[in-house]
């Protein structure tokens, strides 16, 4: 069974950092993509980033473009998402995804929520 | 980037009704297209992609159609465990979904 739980949210001040991690594990890891996703009430269903097999490529949203870096540690079945200079508007549920070839994404972590607020 | 928007944003509906829900992308978006169910509280669970093709596990009473710029999701007979909110979302260029609509019980 494909598992994907995330960990690492949390209140955190405006300015501030956080990293989430994601185990995963019922398949074989080095052979998916993997992606987090994010969802507040106010904007919706929200991609932030994305990471090539090899961690060799990666893609994000504009918005967290220069703030967030996604990365993978294949050897631990893990994805990270380091999150610096975080401002309000970031407060969310973040979900670890595995995403099918840089498309759909079939499976879903059971999300981690981030508050940014002073 | 693209845009995307679903209507109804909220759809009322008896058990065994069909119902249908549009999506339509601000630009072609080819068949690059998948639809998630979402219950209070859970994470969204892919239904469809690529615009038409069940994910394995769903029931066959969900169907996609569809390409371009326009989409459908289909419930053909609705059944209690199908009340929830459904989001489109777009895989052509980048990633975006679509506001979603809320499915409920009339």
């Known amino acids: 069974e494909v598992q994907l739980v995330e960990s690492g949210g949390g209140l955190v001040q405006p300015g501030g950092s956080l990293r989430l991690s994601c185990a995963a594990s019922?398949?074989?890891?080095?052979?998916?993509?993997l992606a987090w996703v994010r969802q507040t009430p106010g904007k919706g269903l929200e991609w932030v980033a994305n990471?090539?097999?090899?961690?060799?490529?990666?893609y994000y949203l504009d918005s967290v473009r220069g703030r967030f870096t996604i990365s993978r540690h294949n050897a631990k079945n893990s994805v990270y998402l380091q999150m610096n200079s975080l401002k309000a508007e970031d407060t969310a549920v973040y979900y670890c995804v595995r995403d099918v070839k840089g498309g759909h994404f079939d499976h879903w972590g059971q999300g981690t929520l981030v508050t940014v607020s002073s | 980037d693209i845009q995307m928007t679903q209507s109804p944003s909220t759809l009322s509906a008896s058990v065994g009704d069909r119902v249908s829900i549009t999506c339509r992308a601000s630009?072609?978006?080819?068949?690059?297209l998948a639809w998630y169910q979402q219950k209070p509280g859970k994470a969204p669970k892919l239904l469809i992609y690529k615009a038409s093709t069940l994910e394995n596990g769903v029931p066959s009473r969900f169907s996609g159609s569809g390409s371009g710029t326009e989409f459908t999701l289909t419930i053909s007979s609705l059944q209690p465990d199908d009340f929830a909110t459904y989001y489109c979302?777009?895989?052509?260029?980048?990633?975006?979904f679509g506001p979603g609509t809320k499915v409920h019980i009339k």
């Open positions: 979302q777009q895989y052509n260029r980048q990633f975006t």
């Open positions: 630009q072609t978006i080819r068949s690059w």
């Open positions: 990471i090539e097999r090899d961690g060799s490529v990666t």
């Open positions: 019922g398949f074989t890891f080095s052979d998916y993509w």
